[in-house]
């Protein structure tokens, strides 16, 4: 596999994602499973499961995110991602083991993610000070993070 098609995946990912964040989901789909067949990447399968998520997909998300793991174990994203959609699902207890994985990952730039969505697997099992540890170590990577200071201040809320 030389440079050319390596470079040429990239081009498609990154079209892909052009296509995916105008809501174009099967044109994004078809883009991605474009880029995955010249050099499959652990990002255009991660990819490919969240245009599947968006589509309600949520089994071939997973499955997706999974091949992603295969081919690169270091990669954070996936783990997270299956986290979410286990969460979406309502699969608390299963989600766990995904986002704890996601933050052990070498490769992996938001690890706010996984401590936002552990924070919103302990609320649903109501354990608020669990939960609130988790948003406040999200906040502490992203300060910014609207979505975890707004469930930080709820879940608080639930402890007092």
């Known amino acids: 596999m030389g440079a050319e098609e390596l470079q040429?995946?990239?081009?498609?990912l990154?079209?892909?994602?052009?296509?995916?964040?105008?809501?174009?989901?099967?044109m994004a789909v078809d883009l991605y499973k474009r880029s995955l067949?010249?050099?499959p990447t652990?990002?255009?399968?991660?990819f490919l499961g969240w245009t599947y998520r968006f589509q309600g997909k949520i089994e071939d998300a997973i499955a997706e995110c999974k091949k992603a793991i295969q081919l690169d174990p270091e990669f954070g994203n996936p783990y997270n991602d299956i986290g979410a959609y286990l969460i979406e699902k309502g699969d608390y207890d299963e989600a766990i083991p995904w986002l704890e994985?996601?933050?052990?990952?070498?490769?992996?730039?938001?690890?706010?993610?996984?401590?936002?969505?552990?924070?919103?697997?302990?609320v649903a099992k109501e354990l608020y000070v669990k939960a609130c540890a988790h948003f406040e170590q999200a906040l502490k990577l992203a300060?910014?993070?609207?979505?975890?200071?707004?469930?930080l201040e709820k879940a608080r809320r639930k402890v007092q």
């Open 101 to 122: 994985r996601a933050l052990q990952s070498r490769r992996y730039e938001s690890y706010h993610y996984p401590h936002y969505n552990l924070g919103r697997v302990y």
């Open 143 to 151: 300060p910014d993070y609207t979505l975890a200071k707004e469930a």
């Open 14 to 26: 990154k079209e892909a994602y052009q296509y995916q964040m105008a809501g174009e989901y099967d």
């Open 37 to 39: 067949d010249l050099h």
């Open 42 to 46: 652990a990002e255009a399968y991660t």
């Open 8 to 12: 040429a995946a990239w081009e498609l």
